[in-house]
C-alpha cells in the first residue's frame, strides 16, 4: 500500500491568518490526491481533488498544490468555521490511503 | 439532492455480525461505485471496501478480507456492509460515500468521495 505521511499532525492559527498542511506519498501518485475536511461529529467533506481542483462550493480561500510526491493544502484567510480536522487521501491505486490527519485549532 | 442515509447506532458482542445499510437518493444508483470508510473513536479514516452498484462487483481491504461483505440492492438503492467476528477494536463509526465516478459492470474504481452518509457507530463489547 502506499503510505500518506501528513503534517503536521496539529495546529494552531490565527483568525485571518494562512495555514499549509504538506502530504508526501511514499511513491508517485502524479495528481491523484484529494482533500477533505471533517468537523466534529460530522463525515468528511470533499474541499480539494486531483491536486489542486477546488470542488463545486468550497471558497476559495482553500487551495492544493503539488504533484508526484509532495502536496501542499492551503487555507488563507482562516475563518471560524474552517476549525476542523484535514485528511490527504491518494486514489492512485486501492486502497487510497488517507494521511493521519491534522486537527485545526485556532490561536 | 443527493443523499446517503444510513441504518441507526448497533451494540455487539465480541465474535457476533453486524450489517450496515446505507440508502441512497437523487441519483442514479447503479452509476456510482459505492465505498465504506470506517473511523475508530479520535482516529482516522480506513477506507474498507468498495462495490459497484450495476453488478455488485466488490473489492476490499486486504486487513479485512474474509470478514467484510459488501452487497446491494437495486430495487431500494441500498449497499450494505457487513462485518463478521467482531472484535473490540471494530468500534468505529463506519460511513458509506459516494464516488464521483462509476463503471460499466465488472469494474471497480477509485476517485473522489463526493457524498458522504451520516455515519452509524457500531460498538463492540
Known amino acids: 500500500d502506499i503510505q500518506m505521511t501528513q503534517s503536521p499532525s496539529a495546529l494552531s492559527a490565527s483568525l485571518g491568518g494562512r495555514v499549509t498542511i504538506t502530504c508526501q506519498a511514499s511513491?508517485?501518485?502524479?495528481?491523484?490526491l484529494n482533500w477533505y475536511q471533517q468537523k466534529p461529529g460530522k463525515a468528511p467533506k470533499l474541499l480539494i481533488y486531483?491536486?489542486?481542483n477546488l470542488q463545486t462550493g468550497v471558497p476559495s480561500r482553500f487551495s492544493g498544490s503539488g504533484s508526484g510526491t509532495d502536496f501542499t493544502f492551503t487555507i488563507n484567510s482562516l475563518q471560524p468555521e474552517d476549525i476542523a480536522t484535514y485528511y490527504c487521501?491518494?486514489?492512485?491505486?486501492?486502497?487510497?490511503?488517507f494521511g493521519q490527519g491534522t486537527k485545526l485549532e485556532i490561536k | 439532492q443527493v443523499k446517503l442515509v444510513q441504518s441507526g447506532a448497533e451494540v455487539k458482542k465480541p465474535g457476533a455480525s453486524v450489517k450496515v445499510s446505507c440508502k441512497a437518493s437523487?441519483?442514479?444508483?447503479?452509476?456510482?461505485?459505492m465505498h465504506w470508510v470506517r473511523q475508530a473513536p479520535g482516529q482516522g479514516l480506513e477506507w474498507m471496501g468498495i462495490?459497484?452498484?450495476?453488478?455488485?462487483?466488490?473489492r476490499y481491504a486486504q486487513r479485512l478480507q474474509g470478514r467484510v461483505t459488501m452487497t446491494k440492492d437495486t430495487s431500494t438503492s441500498t449497499v450494505y456492509m457487513e462485518l463478521s467476528s467482531l472484535r473490540s477494536d471494530d468500534t468505529a463509526v463506519y460511513y458509506c460515500?459516494?464516488?464521483?465516478?462509476?463503471?460499466?459492470?465488472?469494474?471497480?474504481?477509485?476517485?473522489?468521495?463526493?457524498?458522504w452518509g451520516q455515519g452509524t457507530l457500531v460498538t463492540v463489547s
Open positions: 460515500a459516494r464516488d464521483r465516478v462509476g463503471g460499466a459492470v465488472n469494474t471497480i474504481g477509485l476517485s473522489q468521495l463526493d457524498y
Open positions: 437523487g441519483f442514479t444508483f447503479i452509476n456510482y461505485y
Open positions: 462495490i459497484n452498484p450495476s453488478d455488485g462487483t466488490t
Open positions: 511513491q508517485d501518485i502524479t495528481k491523484y
Open positions: 486531483d491536486a489542486s
Open positions: 487521501q491518494e486514489y492512485y491505486k486501492f486502497p487510497g490511503t
